[in-house]
């Protein structure tokens, strides 16, 4: 019951009440991103949702523009931006669209859809999320393989009050500003596919 409509309800009452609560917030870090990094102020880059249907997923820039690895174009400003979450709150709009859940698997890169193994690609199964339970379990710093095994896991059960559980959980990750990118890179390294 709660998969098939429920969750979509509490996803539209949700992210419209954080877009209305946080509408300060969003145009205070819009225009600090402005004046930190210039424009364009939103990153856009296409993402594996539901199914694997891509869609364009949106953010705060928290890089420079130009060449260099993510490391080099992520400066002060960026680290914190990602470490307290903020460039992450354009998704509300994703989610009102029905492209994202507020919790769910991550979304990511649509390359790395096809290196996937069966049990990892059982993540495509629902809608991507603004939180989930590998965010819950160390975020970023998680390596891809518990990463994704619990993606899959939380595909495959679902429950109204897991989700609060998990919402809160991030919340507090966040609010410590840990695991926002694994060791000795912007984010995390890129995904090659593996076999667990």
Not at 9 to 21: I, K, S, Y
Not at 46 to 66: H, N
Request: proline share 7%; glycine share 14%; net charge positive.
């Amino acid at each position: 019951m709660y998969e098939r409509g429920g969750k979509r309800l509490l996803d539209l009452a949700g992210a419209g009440l954080l877009l209305v609560l946080l509408a300060p917030v969003l145009g205070v870090t819009a225009l600090a991103v402005r004046l930190a990094l210039g424009q364009p102020v939103l990153f856009r880059q296409e993402r594996a949702g539901r199914g694997g249907r891509s869609f364009i997923l949106l953010k705060f820039r928290s890089m420079e523009e130009g060449p260099g690895s993510d490391t080099e174009r992520l400066d002060r400003f960026g680290r914190w931006l990602r470490a307290s979450a903020l460039d992450e709150l354009p998704q509300l709009i994703n989610v009102l669209r029905g492209e994202m859940s507020l919790v769910g698997p991550r979304p990511l890169p649509v390359a790395y859809t096809p290196l996937f193994n069966p049990a990892q690609a059982l993540r495509l199964r629902v809608r991507p999320g603004l939180a989930g339970l590998a965010q819950a379990a160390g975020r970023n710093a998680l390596p891809w393989g518990p990463r994704l095994a619990l993606d899959a896991r939380y595909a495959a059960r679902q429950s109204f009050g897991g989700d609060l559980g998990l919402m809160l959980r991030c919340a507090l990750l966040v609010l410590r500003g840990r695991g926002a990118s694994a060791p000795g890179h912007a984010t995390m390294p890129a995904f090659r596919g593996e076999a667990g």
